[in-house]
């Protein structure tokens, strides 16, 4: 297995917290806040229903269940072993069906199954990862031509490393200390250039909002912190 664009202390940290990854009331909390948001606004592109759809970085499979609970066929792929266990399990407890998950990387199994997929989405992984743009190529490879392809990611600026970090790690306590790196993170034109180099367009973007008096969640325009990339890979 090709592990090689993997970062061991990020398995680690997710691996830690992976028996509380279907705990709404846990560190993931957010993640089930807002994965109807992210839900609503991929099937804005299409619906899901009867299409082969890939989830990398799945971790715990709270994107993939999800998916697969409006009728996708969802692979969902992680190098985080605990957390894929959680994801099997909890699949069969709820018994969600066609939904699987495999511990493999996106570049291996891109060199394995290119252009097996109708959807391909990868959200909140590309900031956790030593290269993301290998990661972009490898999504590129793996979905059809004119198939689409979603990124979620957190953009690098003085105002994403007051809410991501010092708010939402230090203040609200919203994501454990140390979940991200602001080094790691990803302004939206860096993205883009990956997304063209690996023959993607990008076709729109969304931004992810939080009111901590209100504690709701919402999508706009504005992408200066938590951001969501709509591509699709030229036919």
């Given at each position: ?35 109807p ?57 709820t ?5 699987s ?5 996106a ?23 030593p ?17 689409r392809?979603f ?8 105002k ?25 993170f ?21 931004g ?28």
């Amino acid at each position: 297995m090709n592990a090689t664009n993997v970062d061991p202390a990020e398995l680690a940290k997710f691996s830690e917290l992976a028996h509380r990854w279907w705990d709404v009331n846990s560190e993931f909390r957010p993640l089930h806040q807002i994965n109807p948001l992210r839900l609503g606004w991929i099937e804005t592109f299409g619906k899901l229903h009867g299409l082969q759809v890939l989830d990398v970085g799945c971790g715990g499979g709270i994107l993939s269940d999800a998916m697969a609970r409006v009728g996708a066929h969802v692979t969902g792929i992680d190098l985080a072993t605990k957390s894929l266990k959680v994801a099997q399990l909890h699949a069969l407890e709820t018994q969600t069906p066609n939904v699987s998950y495999r511990e493999v990387s996106a570049e291996d199994l891109a060199a394995e199954q290119p252009g097996r997929f109708d959807v391909v989405t990868c959200m909140e992984m590309l900031e956790h990862v030593p290269d993301p743009a290998s990661v972009v190529k490898a999504c590129a490879s793996l979905v059809k031509p004119g198939g689409r392809v979603f990124f979620s990611t957190l953009n690098r600026n003085p105002k994403s490393f007051l809410f991501a970090i010092l708010g939402a790690e230090y203040i609200l306590n919203l994501l454990p200390k140390g979940t991200h790196e602001y080094a790691k993170f990803i302004r939206p034109s860096e993205l883009a250039a990956y997304c063209r180099d690996a023959g993607l367009q990008t076709s729109a973007s969304r931004g992810l909002q939080y009111n901590p008096l209100t504690q709701r969640y919402w999508l706009d325009a504005n992408t200066s912190v938590n951001y969501m990339l709509a591509t699709q890979r030229e036919a």
